[in-house]
């Protein structure tokens, strides 16, 4: 069902009536939009505005810093600064968290990628954002802590991602399904375009960067090799969004494992790999380190890596097979 009726802001509506959501994750999801919003424009005109290229620094992982990697950050922050949404930020551009709020009740605490893919930004590549809810944990005193952050993905209570594609498309869970929402530009609104979506089962692409795949440990290898053998066809677009969302939308299966110089791999458990974890589960699919389920892993620190093996059921099944063989 496609409908020019169904916006972002009254599916959320709906959505709190059905399943008794907060109104307040209503509206930091509806924040998100809005900053996507900000985002599509910035990323489309950004060589026209000299935002394309480095600034000059690494982020706090350590990553060459891009102009929009920075603006986007800002945007972020400018959204929910002083909105009693959000009690603690995790950002991958920021070294600390962030505690915005200090009212006791402040309910949430966001972990994002404010812009994934970031190599992708000076050739016109597809780009992403990635986050994921917690309610607060703590509201002892008055400042929210590191430990309303450390938490693992099962605690999640909503999460999305943004792909800055060939248009704009918006996809999020509270736990009941998945939906995804595509920008009319010309109405400056996101409308329902992908209603409650399902991975399908089966991997019709597969996306990793074979350059390592000789570091890679035997199970995986052997997985890409049957992966090959089936004739499953290689896409890789160098920004996890973009890769997850094909999977989701035509079966894949995503992967950044392991190799002897990074044991925990590239990406970030808590603000990339557990929330589209969340994502891909609430879609009937698997999200997986090389050994265990993503959504149980307990992150030690904010900027915790792990490997990553995200996508369709049968072939992530066939994986946890060829892992216990
Ligand atoms: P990037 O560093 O450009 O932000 O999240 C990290 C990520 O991109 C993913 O989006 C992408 O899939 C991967 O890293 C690309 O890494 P490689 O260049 O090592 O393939």
């Known amino acids: 069902m496609i409908t020019q009726a169904m916006t972002l802001d009254r599916y959320l509506w709906q959505q709190q009536k059905a399943f ?7 509206i930091l999801i509806s924040q998100i939009g809005y900053t996507a919003k900000i985002l599509t424009r910035e990323i489309s005109r950004a060589a026209l505005v000299g935002q394309l290229g480095l600034v000059g620094d690494k982020n706090a992982t350590g990553d060459a810093q891009k102009k929009l990697d920075v603006f986007s950050n800002q945007t972020i922050i400018e959204a929910f600064s002083d909105t009693g949404l959000v009690a603690a930020l995790a950002s991958e551009e920021l070294e600390m968290a962030k505690f915005m709020d200090c009212r ?89 375009s992908h209603l409650n979506l399902q991975c399908p089962s089966e991997s019709k692409y597969y996306s990793a960067n074979l350059s390592y795949a000789q570091e890679w440990q035997p199970h995986i ?32 299966v995503y992967l950044y494992p392991s190799t002897p110089d990074y044991p925990d791999g590239k990406l970030r458990l808590l603000y990339e790999c557990a929330p589209l974890a969340f994502i891909v589960e609430q879609a009937g699919g698997m999200a997986m380190t090389e050994t265990k389920r993503v959504l ?30």
């Open 221 to 252: 290898q052997k997985l890409i090799v049957h992966l090959n053998q089936q004739h499953t066809s290689l896409r890789y677009s160098g920004a996890l969004v973009a890769d997850v969302h094909r999977s989701l939308i035509e079966g894949g």
């Open 296 to 325: 149980e892993l307990q992150p030690l620190s904010i900027h915790q890596r792990s490997p990553l093996i995200i996508g369709s059921k049968a072939t992530l099944t066939l994986y946890e097979q060829m892992l216990q063989a």
């Open 20 to 26: 008794n959501i907060p109104v307040e994750l209503s």
């Open 104 to 192: 006791n009740h402040t309910p949430y605490v966001l972990c994002i990628d404010p812009l994934d893919g970031s190599s992708n930004i000076d050739s016109s590549g597809a780009l992403g954002t990635i986050f994921g809810v917690y309610q607060r944990k703590t509201y002892n005193g008055c400042c929210s802590v590191e430990q309303d952050i450390l938490r693992s993905g099962t605690e999640m209570v909503a999460a999305g991602y943004i792909l800055y594609g060939t248009s704009t498309v918006l996809v999020c869970t509270c736990g009941h399904g998945v939906n995804g929402f595509t920008l009319d530009t010309s109405l400056g609104e996101f409308l329902l």
